[in-house]
T-cell receptor
Framework: ETGVTQTPRHLVMGMTNKKSLKCEQH?????MYWYKQSAKKPLELMFV???????ENNSVPSRFSPECPNSSHLFLHLHTLQPEDSALYLC??????????????FGNGTRLTVT | DQQVKQNSPSLSVQEGRISILNCDYT??????FLWYKKYPAEGPTFLIS?????DKNEDGRFTVFLNKSAKHLSLHIVPSQPGDSAVYFC?????????????FGTGTRLKVLA
């Protein structure tokens, strides 16, 4: 397994459900990100973790809760979501110590539908 | 307010010709710019980048041009191939400030016609 892997690829959940998105990177990077892509909108940065510490929370509602147990794994825990939260959720990683030579590497995303 | 703008949502180009994708930004503190390509059902993949100390970077068929005074960058693909058909995103960041906050545009869908 190489690159950035996200599971599940598709998720349908009700507004009262609790679910988690998982991301794993096999690139030896030390920074991991969650991005949200909604239709006709730019990719929106949600969270950044550098060396397992959260360094960015881009005004994300508390119904989204990230967890980074180590530099290879990142989770996004979801609870009491709204239909407008339906989107493609992308995980990415990069090497913080070599910023100008380490662009973001993305996973294939989780397509989330909230009913 | 969008700091990175791609004003053309779509572009069609004949195979073998040049594709030019444009991107404008408003934040003069941005010093690192990237282009990504995205196929349906896949995540964006990195194409090419440029830092603000340069005005051109070339990698095979792909060249990125940066005009700092106009706050404008462009991606040239030559010659265009049908496999280049995808959505292209530009992104910018204030790398020198130590933040890792990439700001993306809304994307341009390129269609290369055979």
């Amino acid at each position: 397994e190489t690159g950035v892997t996200q599971t599940p690829r598709h998720l349908v959940m009700g507004m009262t459900n609790k679910k988690s998105l998982k991301c794993e990177q096999h690139l030896g990077h030390n920074a991991m990100y969650w991005y949200k892509q909604s239709a006709k909108k730019p990719l929106e940065l949600m969270f950044v973790y550098n060396f397992k510490e959260q360094t960015e929370n881009n005004s994300v509602p508390s119904r989204f809760s990230p967890e980074c147990p180590n530099s290879s794994h990142l989770f996004l825990h979801l609870h009491t979501l709204q239909p407008e939260d339906s989107a493609l959720y992308l995980c990415a990683s990069s090497q913080e110590t070599d910023f100008y030579n380490s662009p973001l590497h993305f996973g294939n995303g989780t397509r989330l539908t909230v009913t | 307010d969008q700091q990175v703008k791609q004003n053309s949502p779509s572009l069609s180009v004949q195979e073998g010709r040049i594709s030019i994708l444009n991107c404008d930004y408003t934040n003069s503190m941005f010093d690192y710019f990237l282009w990504y390509k995205k196929y349906p059902a896949e995540g964006p993949t990195f194409l090419i980048s440029i830092s603000s100390i340069k005005d051109k970077n070339e990698d095979g068929r792909f060249t990125v041009f940066l005009n700092k005074s106009a706050k404008h960058l462009s991606l040239h693909i030559v010659p265009s191939q049908p496999g280049d058909s995808a959505v292209y995103f530009c992104a910018a960041s204030e790398g020198i400030s130590g933040t890792y906050k990439y700001i993306f545009g809304t994307g341009t869908r390129l269609k290369v016609l055979a």
